[in-house]
């Protein structure tokens, strides 16, 4: 894939009309559907019909299944994300037409005009925490425009646009895309190595994060994780670029600390304590307006999904929430009605006394954050059932080891063979290297039709099953209670 060049935003009535390759994901859908609330001529296509596809046909897309240079029509201006390949007849077709060819994200920069952005990055917790910054906005009137990476639960849709000021946007740094943007306030969640096919080193790819600072407006905000080794280095680096610094966390240093963290089922609280270590808003001990309170004084969160990385990233959707001037109890308030985003420990249902959830953990670190999470759900009497899609055969041989450390955390463990995504296959890199780095075993089900059946005849009343992947494993959570539902009895050798 590799990385993408930075360009300068086109201001949006200068596109005409947008043809997006690609439509049907959710970064794009979310763009054309902000283009079309504007007043965008939108169309697209994608490789196949979908929901997505008939949603924004219904909000007034032009919309194909497949490719085909004619589909460009009289498009202005065509808008494609990394996963596009030259080879596509649509791109291919613009290019000779000497169309301008945008990356989704210097499309997005164009919706961003005008309007204060608080973009969200890091390695992990981007779609979370945009999530979190979204909905404390809309519950408390803001009305903000904002952009995920996934759908959020509780309108439905990843993306929309508003009438408010603020427009919030998940920045992914995964291409360096992320460099586009120019925020007023930045989120940065951790720094951890990641994307190597892209970046090539670790060195590269924690310096596009300073570069990501370097965006952001003089004297704007950042809020970031006081915990992290990563981005404790990057927020070192943001002082000397004069920005305000904001830190949260488990550590004794943040600005705003977490401590009392108690999961219970799907559900977690914890306490979030404001000090003087590092807000720009607190002076010589007394606090000015938009803090909301004393220094040490407490806020009881409670959040409605679980894990300890859940309250972390809850925490720095309430600092940026306190730091924009809405009150602490507000902005705990709001977050209690956050009931998740798709793919994100998301509930599938339930079969024969088996629950199982989705999640779109693709790291090893966010393995081991989700099956940490997935025990507190299960409780003392349930096992954990891990089904992993290893994504991307450079990944998977990069991470095979550390896949496996962290799958050994759950009961079980089911490996599917390698989602190809963009990439071609790599010689000897299959699912198998993850299955077998897993401490005690794993059982390596490398077709994708055989998976349900193995993991119906592993699952026993009161276990919990966690499917995990950024691939087409999130289809396989209700063929799986299907499955049991079939058996009548989940269990061992059923």
Do not use: C, W
């Not at 939108?42 to 490719?67: F, I, N, P, Q, Y």
């Not at 509930?347 to 081991?368: F, I, N, W």
């Not at 010689?427 to 390596?444: I, K, S, W």
């Amino acid at each position: 894939m590799g990385l993408i060049t930075p360009t300068e935003p086109v201001a949006l009535g200068e596109l005409g009309r947008v043809h997006f390759i690609g439509i049907g994901g959710a970064g794009m859908s979310g763009i054309a559907r902000i283009m079309l609330a504007r007043g965008t001529a939108v169309s697209g296509s994608d490789s196949a019909s979908s929901a997505t596809l008939d949603e924004l046909a219904g909000l007034g897309a032009r919309v194909h299944a497949g490719h085909a240079a004619g589909q460009l029509a009289d498009a202005d201006t065509v808008v494609v994300s990394s996963a596009i390949r030259e080879s596509n007849p649509e791109l291919a077709e613009a290019r000779r037409r000497g169309l301008r060819v945008l990356h989704r994200a210097a499309a997005l920069a164009s919706l961003m005009a005008g309007r204060r952005v608080i973009a969200v990055t890091g390695t992990h917790g981007k779609t979370t925490t945009t999530s979190m910054i979204t909905t404390v906005l809309l519950e408390t009137g803001a009305g903000p425009a904002y952009a995920i990476g996934g759908v959020l639960a509780a309108t439905g849709a990843g993306a929309a646009d508003g009438a408010g000021e603020y427009f919030v946007a998940e920045a992914d740094e995964s291409d360096g895309s992320f460099l586009m943007y120019a925020p007023d306030v930045a989120v940065v969640t951790n720094v951890e190595a990641d994307h190597l096919d892209n970046y090539g080193t670790e060195q590269a790819y924690r310096e596009s994060f300073r570069g990501f600072l370097g965006k952001v407006t003089p004297g704007g905000l950042l809020v970031t994780s006081a915990d992290d080794p990563g981005t404790t280095e990057l927020a070192g680096h943001a002082r000397e670029l004069g920005l305000r610094v904001i830190t949260y966390g488990t550590s004794a240093t943040a600005g705003y600390r977490v401590t009392n963290v108690t999961a219970s089922g799907m559900e977690t609280t914890f306490l979030v304590t404001t000090g003087l270590v590092t807000t720009g808003l607190v002076t010589t001990g007394q606090v000015t307006a938009g803090t909301g309170g004393a220094p040490g004084r407490g806020t009881a969160v409670r959040l409605g999904v679980p894990g300890q990385h859940n309250a972390l990233n809850a925490a720095a959707a309430f600092a940026v929430a306190v730091e924009l001037g809405i009150e602490p109890a507000r902005a705990a308030s709001a977050l209690a009605s956050y009931r998740g985003a798709a793919r994100r420990l998301e509930p599938k249902g339930e079969a024969g006394g088996v629950r199982v959830l989705d999640s779109y953990a693709h790291h090893p670190t966010e393995l081991a954050a989700d099956l940490r999470a997935a025990r507190e759900v299960a409780g003392g009497a349930g096992r954990v059932i891990a089904v992993f899609q290893p994504h991307l055969y450079s990944r998977t041989r990069i991470f095979a080891a550390a896949f496996g450390a962290a799958l050994g955390l759950a009961d079980e463990a089911v490996v599917l063979d390698v989602y190809a995504a963009r990439e071609d296959p790599e010689p000897g890199v299959t699912g198998r290297l993850v299955a077998d780095a897993v401490p005690g075993g794993a059982h390596y089900v490398a077709d994708f039709a055989d998976v349900p059946k193995a993991v119906a005849a592993l699952a026993a009343p009161g276990d919990l099953v966690l499917t995990m992947g950024a691939g087409d494993i999130t289809l396989m959570g209700p063929l799986v209670l299907a499955e049991i539902a079939g058996l009548g009895q989940a269990g061992p050798g059923a």
